[in-house]
């Protein structure tokens, strides 16, 4: 008599479904929200609001009537969010490290391009935004300057609108990009601060770094941004500009970041 086993044949478990990337719109909304995580962050947050009200009290209250036109009032209340968002743009960036939270961030989102590619959009999104809400503010105070005597004129070239915004994206990314290279939240705000203003003081006293500065300035470059009908060459110049001070750390510092190690 002949046995026959029977080999009963396990099914093979299914190969582990690979984990979808967190889509970048989710990771930016994070991004965004953790701006306002830090203590330091929220009260940099509040510092910006308080202080763009109060230029529109600023002009209201001392400016000649003439002067309280929306134009101006726009222009003017855009200075704090111009000085402070890129602070808040270099902790976007430092933050991860100095609260030690880099660890938790890219085990969750092992791609750190795409979260550094987060802060890049949350840092566009927050001078969007900070750009609307001066408008909204701007257009409020030009109501009561109107209804108190003042010039109330509404008039405002269309290009400075998108050069105004153009102007706070460009600052708010350098304050990211010099986060993003130096990675040490003191540092970084000390460097930004101090580092174009050297190059400023020393463009305007120095004969020979003069037609340099016209071109590797920042700060003479981005002026054209504040007058209506930028000519070609105003462009180029800004173009190199924002090549030098932006892009190129910005570069430099994604990669420095790609590469430091987390402990």
């Given at each position: 008599?002949?046995?026959?086993?029977?080999?009963?044949?396990?099914?093979?478990?299914?190969?582990?479904?690979?984990t979808e990337p967190i889509p970048l719109t989710r990771l930016t909304l994070v991004e965004l929200r953790k701006l306002a995580d830090t203590r330091a962050g929220l009260w940099l947050l509040a510092v910006i609001g308080l202080a763009t009200v109060a230029t529109s009290a600023i002009m209201l209250i001392w400016s000649a009537?003439?002067?309280?036109?929306?134009?101006?009032?726009?222009?003017?209340?855009?200075?704090?969010?111009?000085?402070?968002?890129?602070?808040?743009?270099?902790?976007?960036?430092?933050?991860?490290?100095?609260?030690?939270?880099?660890?938790?961030?890219?085990?969750?989102?092992?791609?750190?391009?795409?979260?550094?590619?987060?802060?890049?959009?949350?840092?566009?999104?927050?001078?969007?935004?900070?750009?609307?809400?001066?408008?909204?503010?701007?257009?409020?105070?030009?109501?009561?300057?109107?209804?108190?005597?003042?010039?109330?004129?509404?008039?405002?070239?269309?290009?400075?609108?998108?050069?105004?915004?153009?102007?706070?994206?460009?600052?708010?990314?350098?304050?990211?990009?010099?986060?993003?290279?130096?990675?040490?939240?003191?540092?970084?705000?000390?460097?930004?601060?101090?580092?174009?203003?050297?190059?400023?003081?020393?463009?305007?006293?120095?004969?020979?770094?003069?037609?340099?500065?016209?071109?590797?300035?920042?700060?003479?470059?981005?002026?054209?941004?504040?007058?209506?009908?930028?000519?070609?060459?105003?462009?180029?110049?800004?173009?190199?500009?924002?090549?030098?001070?932006?892009?190129?750390?910005?570069?430099?510092?994604?990669?420095?970041?790609?590469?430091?190690?987390?402990?």
């Open positions: 008599m002949t046995a026959t086993a029977s080999v009963s044949t396990v099914p093979a478990a299914p190969a582990a479904a690979a009537d003439e002067e309280q036109t929306f134009g101006i009032l726009f222009s003017f209340g855009l200075l704090p969010s111009a000085v402070l968002l890129p602070v808040l743009g270099i902790l976007s960036v430092t933050s991860e490290w100095s609260q030690r939270t880099a660890l938790g961030t890219f085990t969750l989102a092992p791609a750190r391009g795409r979260v550094m590619l987060a802060k890049i959009a949350a840092a566009v999104l927050i001078a969007f935004a900070a750009t609307a809400v001066t408008a909204l503010l701007a257009a409020g105070a030009n109501v009561l300057a109107s209804a108190t005597g003042g010039d109330g004129s509404w008039t405002l070239d269309s290009s400075l609108i998108w050069q105004s915004l153009l102007l706070q994206v460009i600052f708010v990314l350098m304050g990211t990009a010099f986060g993003a290279l130096l990675l040490n939240s003191p540092l970084a705000i000390v460097i930004y601060f101090a580092l174009p203003t050297v190059w400023t003081i020393l463009g305007e006293n120095i004969r020979g770094l003069r037609e340099a500065a016209e071109w590797l300035d920042l700060n003479i470059t981005s002026q054209a941004l504040s007058e209506p009908d930028m000519t070609s060459g105003e462009w180029a110049r800004l173009a190199v500009s924002v090549a030098v001070w932006v892009v190129l750390p910005l570069i430099l510092g994604t990669v420095r970041v790609l590469r430091r190690e987390v402990s």
